[in-house]
């Protein structure tokens, strides 16, 4: 699949878009589980990560080693842009991203389904993971 049409599927428009980042944020935010809500985060994105980390990480480790891994790369690279930026070495984002990659699969292991429930409470349900993943990252970062 290219990348075009990978952010149709995920946003429900074509790339580029004038409704893209409206529906980037209704359809993650009012995702009825903590993995929805990052199929539908920044497509662009995730579409490079999966292509150039899960996916070659898969062929070597089982699915939810590979996704963890892919969550910590993700944030060392938000990270690693902040350290070029302020020529220090700062880590908030590597153990944020490795605590919500731990929410993903925990959620998907339990099998935690809030899709039945408003819209309204499943953003506030996924932001309150995104939110306390931060304090804790906060309280341990480096």
Do not use: E
Request: hydrophobic share 50%.
């Amino acid at each position: 699949m290219n990348l075009s049409d990978y952010v149709k599927r995920r946003n429900g428009v074509p790339l580029g878009h004038s409704d893209s980042l409206r529906n980037m944020f209704i359809r993650s935010l009012g995702a009825g589980t903590f993995s929805k809500f990052w199929q539908h985060w920044n497509p662009i994105w995730s579409y490079y990560l999966g292509k150039n980390i899960f996916k070659p990480l898969k062929l070597i480790f089982p699915q939810a080693l590979s996704l963890l891994i892919t969550f910590v790369a993700c944030g060392f690279i938000h990270d690693l842009v902040i350290m070029l930026l302020k020529w220090k070495i700062t880590l908030l984002l590597t153990p944020w991203f490795f605590l919500m990659g731990i929410c993903v699969i925990l959620g998907d292991y339990a099998k935690i389904d809030y899709s039945k429930f408003p819209w309204i409470v499943r953003a506030i349900l996924n932001t309150t993971i995104i939110s306390s993943c931060l304090l804790i990252a906060y309280q341990v970062r480096i």
